[in-house]
């Protein structure tokens, strides 16, 4: 089976985007029970988030193990060592979030990466134990742009080797710019040229939707986080218990 990693980095053109659900608090249970609806709603990846989930770094391996899909992690800070624990674990790649220089990102690919490419340490780990795909192909490695500072930097950010692409979280950016929703234009605009610097540079595209809008409007990034756990339960009760439309026929 190709890994994410790879159909990610494939350069020729016409590449499908990958539909990820937002993980923040469904745990290995949660995913088992959900496999097979993920399965027959088209979902492509999963994405733990460390920063303002539930979880802790200690989950992931868990959910790695319940998991039919591949699973990008998005780590609470910069450390290497938050970076390191989830690659160890077996993780597809990483999210960073605030990413705002090229010197931050190159620190994120010294972190992720064994000499000669990097400084990460080797060791026994699961990642090791289960072969996991991001040790033969490499983690992919997604910088947030999710701040002015990060979009001033983007076209830098994107330059470093060892970027895979960026993964831009709109929410966060609407708050750096000022703006009312993430559908104001200003933060539209915003996203649309750093999608565009990425695609120039034949990076990957990613970002998190969370509204239909966006959903509908980046439908052709490379990765698409749909929506959260969260929102999935909200919508899934309001669809069994909400009050039903009235019989037109009556």
Known sequence: MTSLAARIRDPRPGRVCQRGLWLTFLGPFGVEAVAGATSAAGLDWLGVDLQH?????ADVAAV???SRLPVL???????????????????DGVIVPAVESAAQARALVDAAYPP?????????CRAALVGAASLADGPLILPMIETRAGLD????ILDVDGVDGVFVGPYDLALSLGAPSVTAEPVLEAIDAVLAGARERGRATGLFAGNAQLTRRYADVDLLGVDSDVNALRVGLAALFGTPEPDASA
């Open 53 to 57: 989930g539930a979880f802790e770094p």
């Open 116 to 124: 000669p490419r990097g400084h990460r340490s080797t060791g026994v």
């Open 153 to 156: 930097d983007a076209a830098e």
């Open 64 to 66: 790695l193990r319940a």
């Open 73 to 91: 992690v998005r780590v609470a800070s910069h450390h290497p060592a938050a970076l390191a624990r989830v690659l160890d674990a077996g993780a």
